[in-house]
């Protein structure tokens, strides 16, 4: 009897095969721009652009949201730019903006509220809020809601 298609498993990393491992790194250096094409990547880890291939739509991590929508939410000082700064980390980890909420800054403070589709993310939500957190006038900022 065959396995139906799209059964998936939740295995902790340290039991998986180097393959896969080293597949998840592949794909980790393309995203991040550390290596500029997938041979390039595959030769710096010794592994074979068929084992890629074969195995890259199969293994995805465990933080993926792919196809999800999330809203975060934080506070900023009242700086020239600081939401384009934003708008520009989000863009950059190629999620795909959906809305966007700013209040009127109050005693120097503005509510922002950004709603983003993470389809096409590289990377995960919480890398993206870390990026958001280190700009300067930055106070807060965590998930609203994922969907």
Sequence with gaps: MSEPKGEYFLVEKS??????????EVKRRLNTGESPSI???????????????????????????????????????????????IINIISGYRANILTINQNIPINGLADISI??????????????????????????CSILSRE
């Design 39 to 85: 041979n390039n990547a595959c030769k710096e880890l010794e592994l074979s652009r068929s084992a890629y291939y074969k195995y890259k739509d199969t293994i995805l991590p465990f933080y993926a949201d792919h196809g999800r929508k999330v809203t975060i939410m934080f506070s900023v000082e009242n700086f020239p730019g600081i939401l384009s700064q």
């Design 15 to 24: 039991v998986l095969p180097e393959v896969f491992l080293k597949v998840m």
């Design 115 to 140: 709603s983003f589709d993470t389809g096409s993310i590289l990377g995960s939500v919480e890398d993206i809020i870390s990026d958001i957190g280190k700009i300067t006038g930055v106070r807060n």
